[in-house]
């Protein structure tokens, strides 16, 4: 096995055209087995799996600040500036909503009710400290070297160390990891974008509240900043040049959308920023074009956060002049299936590398088996194909596996089947509650056992239903064995078990009873 998968490996670099460096065989021993680079999710899986497999193993992480001077500390985007304090702020909105249903249910609460940004920041700040201090002690624990200092490659084995008094050192390794992650774009094309404006990297470590903001992009980040704003009673526009939530499957991006919209979430469709300027009252005026009539616009801001993509840490790691391949277009590294570069010691996981899913649970999974493979412990390699995903948007998606556009890309429109509804959550009923965008779609083959290809889902917990279903996707289940699974009753969870019109039949696809 070990002898088919080098020669797998081999066979795929020099399709690629690259030129094998030779190994220097008679190299004398190194500083370390393994040195990473970036101390985020996937790389500090991949440290702490190394060491417990008997590795000698250091992490060096530093977190440059933000444009506006935001810092944190270890543990990387998701757990300081993403998935982490996204969650809870998105929790926080819940909240606000769930207090308006409960006048419903009988629960008498004082009016006004009102949100106070400064309390909520601070205890998901002070959680979000917890967990770097946690991540240094299981460091510790493993005996894993964490050196707060930013590396750069001198060559394939040695690693250039800079803390921040700017005092250098050089480490040597067996085996290099890269996993710096990414960071925020801004438009550096539009005037006042970097002076006057924010980031995700900076939106959930603010003090005060950021008030009236203007969200530019409609990605996942984008949606659901604006979405836990609205939530917390602030107004929040989104700005979309063309469409939401790319990549994702597109009609369920609407029905996100739209609920967001129906939630209080104003939308500008269309339209690009020109400009961004302060004016002496502090508010923020934004100048913006729309695309259709090429018309101009302007309204002020108490902020504007950008949203507009990330880009790669790669810049100041040395990697061209190491050998280390990058994507023109995207400044990533390039990967091959075990995600070694196209330096033979020299690998690369999570957000930096080309062609992977920018999510913290597939960097996780992706370090822990590489650390095993470079110990000599296994040969498994990740597998990035059917990764189930949550926005966390109001009403929040889920989803697993091919869109419908995907899927008929693929296997052709009339090679597939798709089955749908819509449904209404109990929790919805006594609130009054609108389900018009609650939906949920089942994307399968459509001949033979009818694999399932794509699941859809809009509504209630859609993490924790996405998650259960993706095991399926695992063993290859079909629509058949999704129908003969027992549903719990009552639970939005149950609607899968019981999907059965398809879009091609034509008939309603509104859930009526239970």
Same mark, same amino acid.
């Given at each position: 096995?070990?002898?088919?998968?080098?020669?797998?490996?081999?066979?795929?670099?020099? !399709?690629?055209?690259?030129?094998?460096?030779?190994?220097?065989?008679?190299?004398?021993?190194?500083?370390?087995?393994?040195?990473?680079?970036?101390?985020?999710?996937?790389?500090?899986?991949? !440290?702490?799996?190394?060491?417990?497999?008997?590795?000698?193993?250091?992490?060096?992480?530093?977190? &440059?600040?933000?444009?506006?001077?935001?810092?944190?500390?270890?543990?990387?985007?998701?757990?300081?500036?993403?998935?982490?304090?996204?969650?809870?702020? $998105?929790?926080?909105?819940?909240?606000?909503?769930?207090?308006?249903?409960?006048?419903?249910?009988?629960?008498?609460?004082?009016?006004?009710?009102?949100?106070?940004?400064?309390?909520?920041?601070?205890?998901?700040?002070?959680?979000v400290r917890s967990l770097n201090w946690g991540h240094r002690v299981q460091l510790q624990d493993r005996k894993v070297k964490y050196l707060n200092m930013k590396g750069s490659l001198v060559d394939e084995h040695t690693i250039r160390c800079v803390n921040a008094?700017?005092?250098?050192?050089?480490?040597?390794?067996?085996?290099?990891?890269?996993?710096?992650?990414?960071?925020?774009?801004?438009?550096?094309?539009?005037?006042?974008?970097?002076?006057?404006?924010?980031?995700? #990297?900076?939106?959930?470590?603010?003090?005060?509240?950021?008030?009236?903001?203007?969200?530019?992009?409609?990605?996942?980040?984008?949606?659901?900043?604006?979405?836990?704003?609205?939530?917390?009673?602030?107004?929040?526009?989104?700005?979309?040049?063309?469409?939401?939530?790319?990549?994702? #499957?597109?009609?369920?991006?609407?029905?996100?959308? /739209?609920?967001?919209?129906?939630?209080?979430?104003?939308?500008?469709?269309?339209?690009?920023?020109?400009?961004? &300027?302060?004016?002496?009252?502090?508010?923020?005026?934004?100048?913006?074009?729309?695309?259709?009539?090429?018309?101009?616009?302007?309204?002020?801001?108490?902020?504007?956060?950008?949203?507009?993509?990330?880009?790669?840490?790669?810049?100041?790691?040395?990697?061209?002049?190491?050998?280390?391949?990058?994507?023109?277009?995207?400044?990533?590294?390039?990967?091959?299936? #075990?995600?070694?570069?196209?330096?033979?010691?020299? *690998?690369?996981?999570?957000?930096?590398?080309? !062609?992977?899913?920018?999510?913290?649970?597939?960097?996780?999974?992706?370090?822990?088996?590489?650390?095993?493979?470079?110990?000599?412990?296994? !040969?498994?390699?990740?597998?990035?194909?059917?990764?189930?995903?949550?926005?966390?948007?109001?009403?929040? *998606?889920?989803?697993?596996?091919?869109? /419908?556009?995907?899927?008929?890309?693929?296997?052709?429109?009339?090679?597939?089947?798709? *089955? $749908?509804?819509?449904?209404?959550?109990?929790?919805?009923?006594?609130?009054?509650?609108?389900?018009?965008?609650?939906?949920?779609?089942?994307?399968?083959?459509?001949?033979?056992?009818?694999?399932?290809?794509?699941? $859809?889902?809009?509504?209630?917990?859609?993490? /924790?239903?996405?998650?259960?279903?993706?095991?399926?996707?695992?063993?290859?289940?079909? *629509?058949?064995?999704?129908? /003969?699974?027992?549903?719990?009753?009552?639970?939005?969870?149950?609607?899968?078990?019981?999907?059965?019109?398809?879009?091609?039949?034509?008939?309603?696809?509104?859930?009526?009873?239970?």
């Amino acid at each position: 096995m070990a002898a088919f998968y080098s020669r797998h490996r081999l066979k795929h670099w020099c !399709s690629f055209g690259f030129q094998l460096p030779k190994r220097n065989l008679t190299a004398g021993k190194f500083d370390y087995d393994l040195v990473v680079i970036g101390g985020g999710s996937g790389g500090l899986a991949c !440290s702490k799996e190394a060491a417990q497999l008997g590795q000698k193993v250091a992490v060096l992480d530093y977190v &440059e600040p933000s444009v506006r001077g935001t810092k944190w500390g270890l543990g990387g985007t998701c757990v300081n500036v993403g998935c982490i304090p996204k969650k809870l702020m $998105h929790q926080a909105a819940l909240l606000g909503s769930a207090m308006k249903d409960a006048k419903k249910y009988g629960w008498q609460i004082p009016e006004p009710v009102s949100h106070d940004w400064a309390t909520m920041a601070e205890a998901v700040q002070n959680y979000v400290r917890s967990l770097n201090w946690g991540h240094r002690v299981q460091l510790q624990d493993r005996k894993v070297k964490y050196l707060n200092m930013k590396g750069s490659l001198v060559d394939e084995h040695t690693i250039r160390c800079v803390n921040a008094r700017g005092k250098e050192m050089t480490v040597t390794a067996r085996n290099v990891v890269l996993a710096t992650g990414g960071r925020p774009k801004y438009p550096t094309h539009v005037p006042g974008a970097l002076e006057f404006g924010i980031s995700s #990297d900076d939106l959930f470590w603010l003090k005060e509240s950021p008030g009236k903001t203007l969200v530019v992009g409609a990605s996942y980040v984008g949606l659901e900043c604006a979405g836990f704003l609205t939530g917390i009673g602030l107004d929040a526009t989104v700005m979309v040049r063309s469409i939401a939530l790319r990549g994702f #499957d597109q009609q369920m991006s609407r029905l996100v959308t /739209e609920y967001m919209e129906a939630y209080g979430t104003r939308f500008s469709w269309g339209c690009v920023p020109k400009k961004v &300027e302060k004016l002496p009252s502090g508010l923020l005026q934004v100048t913006w074009t729309d695309t259709q009539s090429r018309q101009e616009h302007q309204e002020t801001f108490d902020s504007v956060l950008w949203a507009v993509g990330r880009s790669p840490e790669t810049k100041t790691l040395n990697l061209k002049q190491v050998g280390v391949k990058l994507n023109g277009d995207t400044g990533k590294v390039i990967v091959a299936d #075990d995600e070694r570069t196209s330096v033979p010691n020299i *690998y690369a996981i999570g957000d930096i590398a080309q !062609s992977r899913p920018e999510l913290t649970p597939t960097a996780i999974h992706a370090g822990r088996l590489l650390a095993r493979r470079l110990a000599g412990d296994s !040969s498994k390699l990740m597998d990035y194909d059917n990764v189930p995903t949550t926005v966390f948007t109001p009403l929040e *998606y889920g989803c697993v596996g091919l869109s /419908e556009e995907e899927a008929e890309r693929r296997y052709g429109k009339d090679n597939i089947e798709v *089955y $749908h509804a819509f449904y209404k959550p109990l929790e919805f009923t006594v609130a009054e509650r609108d389900a018009s965008q609650c939906y949920i779609k089942v994307v399968c083959e459509r001949d033979g056992g009818q694999r399932v290809l794509g699941l $859809h889902f809009t509504g209630p917990n859609a993490g /924790e239903v996405t998650q259960g279903f993706a095991l399926g996707f695992q063993c290859g289940f079909t *629509y058949a064995q999704l129908r /003969e699974t027992v549903g719990i009753h009552p639970t939005c969870a149950e609607e899968l078990t019981k999907i059965n019109i398809t879009k091609r039949s034509g008939l309603d696809a509104t859930v009526t009873g239970c």
